[in-house]
């Protein structure tokens, strides 16, 4: 992907990683197959994005790395132990990367959204007996008194991404609706 991206344009400026796999399940009841799983997808392929990026990103003098994480990464969540050990381990590695490549003229930040009424809540939501009792429950659960929304996510990393967020690296940057504040 990344050789494909650097033939094409010539130069990567910005490697969005964003992708996740989440397992119902508390780590006692987490199958290794589930666990591996979710570490392939949402820490290893930040990984292998970033490992191969930042060589193009060095060569060219900088570049911005926006890793998607998660609240939680941050505090936990109830029933997913796998997905809140890989999205903590998105956010290590963010700052790792940060701390390592600042003074080569790279950034690295991380998102870390609350719930989003995206395809995959969607998918929970409607799994469950009464689906519109726990979309309300979803929805109760934030400060702000609904999910977030993806375009919310997506310019807070068009911001971490651009020239106005030149003096930002290394951080997670949290948009929950106030979830986390409580």
Not at 22 to 42: K, L, Q
Request: charged share 20%.
């Amino acid at each position: 992907m990344v050789e494909a991206v650097a033939g094409r344009f010539g130069r990567i400026d910005i490697l969005c990683n964003n992708a996740g796999v989440g397992v119902a399940a508390v780590c006692h009841e987490t199958s290794e197959e589930d666990w591996d799983r979710t570490m392939a997808v949402d820490l290893k392929g930040v990984f292998l994005g970033c490992k191969y990026a930042i060589p193009h990103m060095l060569r060219q003098g900088g570049g911005v790395i926006c890793n998607s994480s998660s609240v939680a990464g941050q505090v936990g969540v109830l029933n997913r132990a796998a997905y809140c050990a890989a999205k903590a381990g998105v956010l290590g590695l963010t700052k790792s990367i940060a701390i390592d490549y600042a003074e080569r003229g790279i950034r690295c930040d991380a998102l870390l959204p609350g719930t989003v009424d995206s395809p995959w809540i969607g998918k929970i939501i409607a799994q469950q007996p009464d689906p519109e009792a726990q979309r309300g429950l979803m929805e109760a659960r934030q400060p702000i008194g609904r999910m977030g929304k993806p375009h919310e996510i997506a310019v807070a990393a068009l911001f971490l991404c651009s020239d106005d967020g030149a003096y930002v690296t290394g951080t997670g940057l949290v948009i929950d609706g106030g979830l986390t504040a409580r």
